[in-house]
Structures are given as C-alpha cells and as structure tokens.
C-alpha cells in the first residue's frame, strides 16, 4: 500500500508479490505485508475492474500463444 493510503491490487504466489500496477507510485516503495486479502467477488462489484481483468487475462493469453 502507498504511503498516501491508496491500495494496488497485486498478487502474491509464495513470497513474491506481482504487482503489474506498481509504476503508478513512481519512486515509492511500497509495502505488500500484512494487507488484507481482497477476495474477486468484492474486487469485481465495480465493473469496470472486471473488465480491466478479462482484457488483460485476454492479452496475456495472447502473448502465451506466440
């Protein structure tokens, strides 16, 4: 999380935090302990982070199959 209170959504898969939105914060370093976890039912209420979702799940399909 930034140090102004805003959140990325990033993923975590063992002790690495993929965090595709991170830029965002330029220089800041950001800290990925102890953040709750946000589960898809409650990320996905806004629609247009569902669609943000499909479209790059669709995009990173496509780049897999080069």
Do not use: W
């Not at 999380?1 to 990033?10: E, L, P």
């Not at 965090?19 to 946000?38: I, K, M, R």
């Not at 806004?46 to 799940?57: A, I, N, P, V």
């Amino acid at each position: 999380m930034g140090a102004c209170g805003c959140g990325s959504c990033y993923n975590v898969i063992g002790d690495c935090a993929f965090d595709l939105t991170s830029e965002q914060f330029g220089d800041e370093v950001l800290n990925y302990n102890d953040n709750p976890e946000q589960f898809r039912e409650v990320h996905f209420a806004k629609e247009e982070k569902r669609q943000r979702y499909e479209y790059l799940k669709k995009e990173l399909k496509e780049q897999q199959n080069k």
